[in-house]
């Protein structure tokens, strides 16, 4: 989160924002949620869990959309001979890195 999402004042990496006191520690929650299922979907991959690294990368990305969770997405797909889905999040890397 780069800023306040109802001011639209700089982020600061606080949990409440200075301009308009609105509480973003959900938001930032999501966030730190998306990053955990990430990273368990890459630990997952080197342990060979295609099954985990799916659960965990789907997860991730339907926390929170970016180009990175959806690679590894579009790859536990693939692993999972899921092809309809890993094309298609192959696909929307691009969108997002737009
Ligand atoms: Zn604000």
Request: net charge positive; with cysteine.
């Amino acid at each position: 989160m780069k800023q306040c999402p109802t001011c639209n004042a700089k982020y600061l990496g606080k949990r409440i924002c200075h301009r308009c006191k609105t509480d973003l520690g959900v938001l930032t929650d999501i966030e730190d949620s998306a990053m955990s299922h990430l990273e368990k979907a890459v630990a997952a991959f080197t342990m060979r869990d295609f099954n985990m690294m799916f659960f965990h990368s789907k997860r991730s990305c339907s926390l929170r959309r970016t180009p990175e969770a959806a690679k590894v997405l579009a790859c536990a797909s693939l692993l999972m001979s899921k092809f309809n889905l890993a094309v298609d999040e192959w696909s929307s890397v691009n969108r997002l890195m737009r």
